[in-house]
Structures are given as C-alpha cells and as structure tokens.
C-alpha cells in the first residue's frame, strides 16, 4: 500500500514548487499528487458576486468527502478521476484529470490536515515554514498572473482571511509535523533532505 505524506503550509509558502521538483527517478518511487485546491465545493449556484465573498481558506469550502473517498481509493490502488478548478470563475471546470496510484501520494494544500477523517488517511506530514511576509509577495504575484487578481483585493484576501485561517488551521501543525523544511530559500537547498527523508520512510514502510 502507498503511503500518503501530507505537504501542508501557509499560501505561498512553497508548497506545489517543492512537490513539483521531487523526480521520482531521485527518489526511487512512483509519485502521484492530490491537491486540495482541486476540491473547492463547485459554487456554480451561486452568483459570481456571492462566490467571491466565499472564505476559501476555511475548510467549510472545500468538499473532504469527495477528497477522503478519492484518497482511498487511491492508497488502495486504484486510479481515480478528480476534479479541476477554475479560480479565476470559483467554479469546478468541466474537466477531470486521472491521477494513477503510486508508492508515494503526496496530498499538497495548506488545509490538507484540517479535516479528520481525511488526517486517518495521512502517514507522515512535511511542513513547509516560510516568513509571512515573502508569502504574501508569492501570492501577490501568483494571483495577478495566474487568476487575474489585483494587488489590493489580494492584500485584502490575506488580511481577513488568509492569515487568520493560516493561524487557526496551518500553524498549529508545525509542531506536529514530521519534518519541516525552510520555505524561505531556493527549495532546491532543501531537496536532498527531503529525498533521503522520504526513501527513509519508503524503506520502513
């Protein structure tokens, strides 16, 4: 059976670069990444008004049933279809995208660990601790690029919601965590330490 490592985080910590530049040939292992982002509860009923004004980095916005059931079946062995969101609408888009099973599941997002009965499904937890500060730059520059956003609405997203969330649901977890890395530097510094963690705990499972 796989194992699931939880890679948790504030936004803009780092989180999607470090799993995106871990080479499965480097780590001697199949990988496949679930990303919570990806269950964001489809709004599609609602006016674009009224989604916007959603707290998306509260847990209540994202569907941890759909993403509990999908992880089963995923560490069990089977391939799974999960959906995709379009963040620029608050909308799931039409698409699905295959995720295959794999010796290493990674479950990437800032709220990964903040549902129960998807934390039964998690053997191990990297966080990834990164100054405030160059998050909030991160994600600025994320959302103007990626998601059409403006500096101020970004500003504040991260003042009412994003922080106060990060301090209720995220920190906590750093102390809990099976190991945690620097976000603050190129996370390339971190790679080897987090490669030989892994085959680590791959060989003990």
């Known amino acids: 059976m796989a194992i699931v490592v939880a890679i948790l985080g504030a936004s803009g910590s780092g989180k999607s670069h470090l799993v995106a530049s871990l080479v499965p040939e480097k780590l001697g292992a199949t990988v496949s990444v679930l990303r919570v982002d ?31 059931y999908d992880l089963a079946l995923l560490r069990s062995g089977e391939e799974i279809q999960t959906p995709v969101y379009d963040f620029t609408k608050h909308t799931r888009s039409a698409l699905s995208q295959s995720v295959p099973p794999a010796d290493i599941i990674f479950l990437e997002g800032i709220l990964a660990m903040s549902d129960p009965a998807t934390r039964e499904l998690v053997d191990y937890t990297i966080f990834v601790n990164t100054p405030a500060e160059l998050c909030l730059a991160r994600r600025i520059e994320r959302d103007a690029t990626q998601r059409g956003r403006s500096e101020a609405s970004v500003r504040d997203f991260w003042k009412t919601r994003a922080e106060p969330m990060f301090a209720q649901f995220v920190a906590p977890w750093r102390s809990e965590a099976d190991l945690v890395i620097d976000g603050s530097q190129t996370i390339h510094d971190e790679l080897s330490r987090v490669g030989n963690w892994l085959q680590a705990r791959i060989s003990a499972h």
């Open 38 to 68: 990806d269950y964001y509860r489809d709004l599609t009923h609602l006016r674009f008004e009224d989604r916007d004004a959603i707290n998306f980095d509260h847990p209540d916005a994202i569907q941890f049933e759909r993403l509990v």
